[in-house]
Nanobody, 120 residues
Framework: HVQVVESGGGLVQPGGSLRLSCAAS????????MGWFRQAPGKEREFVAA????????NYADSVKGRFTISGDNAKNTVYLQMSGLKPEDTAVYYC?????????????WGQGTQVTVSS
């Protein structure tokens, strides 16, 4: 089974920066894309950013454009989310997603989540 493990969450002051990492292991099949989602208390999980493994194209939620940068290391099956200019509304549990290409269909795998708290 594919394992997805996040790291790098924590407490940061408004305006600060934080970098999240996520590694996908035990991938027998190829990764199609990896991305980040987040869920704040009382809210639904929402898309943050994603990167395709073939070509490296990226996509961002409007709320994080210009502040967050997603990047990937194909050799390590690892994706990073560099977050800067953090705001209290960025506080959430951040989940990593790995979309695996299983020959004829795609399957999503999720990490356990890492807490990001933006507060003074």
């Amino acid at each position: 089974h594919v394992q997805v493990v996040e790291s790098g969450g924590g407490l940061v002051q408004p305006g600060g920066s934080l970098r999240l990492s996520c590694a996908a292991s035990r991938c027998i099949f190829s990764i199609a894309a990896m991305g980040w989602f987040r869920q704040a208390p009382g809210k639904e999980r929402e898309f943050v950013a994603a990167i395709s493994w073939d070509g490296g194209s990226t996509n961002y939620a409007d709320s994080v454009k210009g502040r967050f940068t997603i990047s990937g290391d194909n050799a390590k099956n690892t994706v990073y989310l560099q977050m800067s200019g953090l705001k209290p509304e960025d506080t959430a549990v951040y989940y990593c997603n790995a979309r695996i290409s299983l020959l004829t269909y795609l399957k999503d795998y999720w990490g356990q989540g890492t807490q990001v708290t933006v507060s003074s």
